[in-house]
């Protein structure tokens, strides 16, 4: 089983539609989450962290369930410019001080 | 706030050479990474340093890939000799420490012929 797994999309979304992307980690010890955005052809950046208790930034809320190991993001109202891809990052637990654990993303076109 | 800086941004080589890598982080992170991204993949930890010793290196390649932080500020790292599946985007990340943020560089693309 991979560390982290993610839809393998590509989403293929009208503007103003609302999407959601999954992702499930296999490590029960790992404490941090994360999503993170990549334009194409440039570097991954931090879009929000990832709390148990669920968190919204404006359009787009992550949750975590720890039980299942798994964890989401929602996007509403879709604009063109959300148009990436979207990293699932778990950091990793025991001896791996900081390592991002990266799964492969799952790309988004958000279509006129 | 200068970001993560790498050079070169593109390097094509032919395989059996050798190429090298640069990295400047954001001033004051004590740490560094250096992450390998294959197309259609998300990007995989190579090496993390703190300051100039090395924390993780489990993932790195040692038999062709080095790499090293002298005086815990910027960083090369290399490939001798690369071979086709090198091929890939090197992105270099800093963070003010281990468990904070982790800011990208643009990445290097090297393409091994």
């Known amino acids: 089983r991979k560390e982290v797994e993610q839809d393998p999309g590509p989403f293929n979304v009208p503007e103003g539609a609302t999407v959601a992307f999954n992702c499930t980690y296999s490590?029960?010890?790992?404490?941090?989450f994360f999503w993170y955005r990549q334009d194409c052809r440039k570097e991954p950046k931090l879009l929000m962290s990832?709390?148990?208790s669920g968190n919204e930034d404006g359009r787009f809320t992550a949750q975590l369930n720890r039980a299942s190991q798994y964890i989401s993001l929602l996007i509403r109202d879709s604009k063109l410019s959300d148009s990436a891809t979207y990293l699932c990052?778990?950091?990793?637990?025991?001896?791996?001080?900081?390592?991002?654990?990266f799964g492969k993303g799952t790309k988004l076109s958000v279509k006129p | 706030e200068a970001g993560v800086a790498q050079s070169p941004r593109y390097k094509i080589i032919e395989k059996r050479q050798s190429v090298a890598f640069w990295c400047n982080p954001i001033?004051?992170?004590?740490?560094l990474y250096w992450y390998q991204q294959i197309l259609g993949q998300g990007p995989k930890l190579l090496i993390q340093?703190?300051?100039?010793?090395?924390?993780?290196d489990s993932q790195l390649p040692k038999d062709r890939f080095s790499a090293e932080r002298l005086k815990g500020v910027d960083s090369t790292l290399k490939i001798q000799p690369a071979k086709l599946e090198d091929s890939a985007v090197y992105l270099c990340?800093?963070?003010?420490?281990?468990?904070?943020?982790?800011?990208f560089g643009p990445g290097t693309r090297l393409l091994v012929l």
């Open positions: 990340a800093s963070s003010f420490g281990a468990q904070e943020t982790q800011y």
């Open positions: 490590n029960s010890a790992s404490q941090s």
């Open positions: 990832v709390y148990s």
């Open positions: 990052v778990v950091r990793g637990a025991g001896g791996s001080q900081g390592n991002l654990i």
């Open positions: 001033s004051g992170h004590a740490t």
């Open positions: 340093f703190q300051n100039n010793g090395v924390v993780d």
